[in-house]
């Protein structure tokens, strides 16, 4: 059997510290019950994920593989997930007053949204340890590229979502071959009706930040970022934040750069936006606390902001304070304006997660925060083709 250049050496709690053997099917630690996360023979590493390297790899997130997890080449599924494109947004940028404004469009992944990064490492590294049916709580686009993977794996999937989620998010997830299973409640709802499926029947979890690879695959973000970039980061990363993977996994992949000596220790300043009707890490960062309390009555348009809480709160909040980024709302309604916005300027028809970060941009401009002639990134989460029901709504 092939192996891959993976130099995985083992798990570490990020609370605690806490170290596993990473060669087994593992979820929370199991001393404080907080999230695991990867770490690698970055030494190793460096010796051939280099920069020369890279300019003959496949475009995909696997190009990476030295700091990714999957050790045998046949554990790889392989859907076309990552190498997204970096759009220089010329006319956005003239029209909001900031120049050097980006997109990184994450809608063009597998079933069209950044899920399918998490979900490509997770699943495939579940399948190379033997996993033999998996179980995922999701307001949506999780869901739909766990099952993807599951379906390319063989594996049997369980996914369990909010009643009131999208019915093209239900359709394309029993299409794909799973076992869908709809939830009154919010998605820590349907986690507690994982956490049931999975005592009973032994599914394994792949849940945000509830096993250590979802954040790999979210990583390559952070990666593709700065090799796109040639290898200087912007100076502000704006970030739609629900569960906070993406932002804790990018935060990762930049130390992990910078120790490989691909990058130095400049960081962009990481800004977390949320919806005004469900913002725990913003109200936490606001308080200046450590952990988000579950935000009661979540609503908002935008299914992958809608999560009352978060078990990798820490590690978001880490992340904006570390860097000197900021935490930040915006309303559902700038959401669907700046989403008009954005794609008649740019080309790019984000979903309401991706508008709401060009509208963190415009309220930071207009305070000042982000100068004009600064580097910005705007993450486009996923299409805004999966909310059509919105956009009608509009006509």
């Not at 997109?103 to 033997?130: C, H, M, P, Q």
């Not at 299409?175 to 005592?199: H, P």
């Amino acid at each position: 059997m092939t192996q891959t250049k993976s130099t995985l050496t083992h798990l570490e709690c990020g609370n605690c510290g806490k170290h596993y053997d990473p060669n087994h099917l593992l979820n929370l630690c199991t001393d404080c019950g907080k999230p695991l996360l990867a770490r690698y023979d970055l030494g190793a590493a460096a010796l051939t994920l280099t920069k020369e390297a890279l300019r003959g790899r496949a475009p995909s997130l696997w190009r990476y593989e030295e700091v990714l997890p999957v050790q045998h080449a046949w554990a790889m599924l392989r859907l076309g997930e990552g190498w997204t494109p970096l759009h220089h947004a010329k006319r956005l940028g003239e029209a909001i007053g900031c120049a050097q404004t980006y997109i990184k469009d994450e809608g063009l992944n597998v079933t069209a949204s950044f899920k399918a990064r998490g979900l490509a490492v997770a699943v495939s590294r579940a399948y190379e340890l033997g996993a033999r049916a998996l179980a995922i709580p999701s307001a949506g686009n999780a869901a739909c590229a766990m099952s993807a993977y599951a379906a390319a794996a063989g594996l049997p999937a369980h996914v369990y979502m909010p009643r009131d989620v999208p019915s093209l998010f239900q359709v394309e997830c029993r299409e794909l071959g799973a076992q869908v299973t709809l939830v009154d409640g919010l998605i820590n709802d349907c986690g507690a009706k994982v956490r049931e499926g999975v005592a009973a029947h032994g599914w394994f979890d792949v849940s945000t930040l509830k096993e250590p690879y979802r954040v790999e695959g979210k990583k390559t973000m952070g990666y593709e970022l700065a090799e796109q970039m040639n290898w200087e980061l912007p100076d502000v990363v704006i970030y739609p934040t629900g569960g906070g993977t993406g932002m804790v996994g990018m935060w990762k992949a930049f130390d992990e750069m910078e120790q490989m000596g691909l990058i130095g220790a400049k960081r962009p300043r990481m800004v977390t936006v949320q919806s005004s009707g469900c913002a725990p890490i913003v109200r936490a960062f606001t308080q200046g606390v450590e952990h988000a309390e579950l935000w009661e009555d979540a609503k908002t348009v935008a299914d992958g902001l809608r999560v009352p809480i978060a078990i990798g709160d820490f590690l978001i909040l880490r992340a904006i304070r570390q860097s000197g980024g900021v935490a930040l709302t915006v309303t559902d309604a700038e959401m669907l304006q700046y989403a008009r916005t954005m794609g008649s300027t740019s080309g790019v028809f984000p979903a309401p997660e991706g508008a709401a970060t060009l509208a963190a941009q415009i309220h930071l401009l207009a305070e000042g925060w982000i100068k004009p002639d600064e580097r910005v990134v705007l993450f486009n989460t996923g299409s805004g083709l999966k909310y059509a029901h919105l956009w009608a709504a509009m006509v």
